[in-house]
């Protein structure tokens, strides 16, 4: 998917939890899957968290950016944003066609 149409998608994030977490000797929000599901975690900060706020899949990444940006008075990059979504699709931190092929494999792994 090319940049630009990416950034007009509506992600929608899955059940995840955001705790605190130290690294390198600074604060950083660990977002990982409620369930148990996914096992990694993720080091965000507390800006890309309000950001993620927004992944509901009512808002396009753009609009989240925009949001961000009148909250925080920066906004992302192109770049950065759809490295930051490729990142939570990898991850299958987003309620997306990855994570229904993943979970669809793990089902048949498990039942077979």
């Not at 299958?92 to 994570?99: E, G």
């Amino acid at each position: 998917m090319n940049q630009v149409s990416l950034l007009d998608t509506r992600p929608r994030l899955r059940p995840l939890e955001a705790v605190p977490v130290k690294h390198n000797g600074a604060e950083h929000i660990g977002l990982r899957d409620r369930t148990g599901l996914v096992p990694q975690v993720l080091l965000i900060s507390s800006e890309t968290l309000y950001l993620l706020s927004h992944f509901d899949g009512e808002h396009s990444v753009r609009e989240a950016a925009h949001r961000l940006s009148e909250q925080f008075g920066f906004l992302p990059s192109d770049e950065d944003l759809a490295r930051l979504v490729e990142s939570l699709d990898e991850a299958l931190f987003l309620d997306s066609p990855r994570f229904a092929a993943w979970m669809d494999a793990e089902r048949r792994e498990y039942l077979a």
